[in-house]
């Protein structure tokens, strides 16, 4: 046990059998109040809730769906990187030919979690169409979308690297075209 200025850290643990718990438990951080009414305590907060809520667990152009099996799947139009391991991620199921009218174009996908924006652009101007423009035009360009998703959308958002961190949020809402 170790105390700490807010909080406290918990460990235990008899034997070997306890260890799986043990970092379920390290990696799961908590966060509790105290009922004095009845004297015990209430989870008032989780983190992470589940294995899609961790950092990209499944690589790039993956989704995280924790209700299916196997968990990470790649996207329409990709394949796994590996067939060993779906964590390394997915790659193209077919080269990518950039400015190519009629032959590569972009995929909307609906209900998933915006990427990771490390390697990313953003004009709050700009309507989806020149947004759509202004990645064909750049190679490098790997996806867009509205920034803002209310009313009929707005902003632009473009992504230039492999795209990781994606997790299925809901059949609804967000695009993000690929």
């Not at 907060?45 to 968990?71: E, H, K, L």
């Not at 915006?114 to 790997?142: A, G």
Request: hydrophobic share 30%; glycine share 8%.
């Amino acid at each position: 046990m170790k105390n700490g200025n807010h909080g406290e850290e918990i460990q235990t643990g008899e034997n070997s059998e306890d260890l799986p718990v043990a970092y379920q438990t390290l990696l799961c951080r908590q966060r509790n109040i105290w009922i004095p009414e009845n004297g015990t305590w209430r989870l008032f907060q989780a983190a992470p809730r589940d294995i899609c809520d961790t950092y990209s667990p499944c690589g790039s152009y993956a989704n995280c769906m924790v209700d299916s099996s196997p968990v990470c799947q790649c996207l329409e139009g990709f394949k796994p990187k590996s067939l060993d391991t779906m964590e390394q991620g997915c790659v193209r199921s077919e080269p990518w030919s950039c400015k190519v009218e009629g032959r590569d174009g972009f995929r909307k996908f609906v209900g998933l979690k915006f990427p990771d924006t490390t390697h990313s652009w953003i004009n709050k101007s700009m309507t989806l169409e020149e947004c759509k423009v202004k990645c064909w035009e750049n190679c490098s360009c790997t996806a867009y979308a509205n920034l803002d998703i209310r009313g009929a959308g707005s902003g632009c958002s473009i992504w230039f690297a492999d795209l990781i961190d994606l997790k299925v949020v809901s059949q609804s809402g967000q695009y993000l075209n690929i």
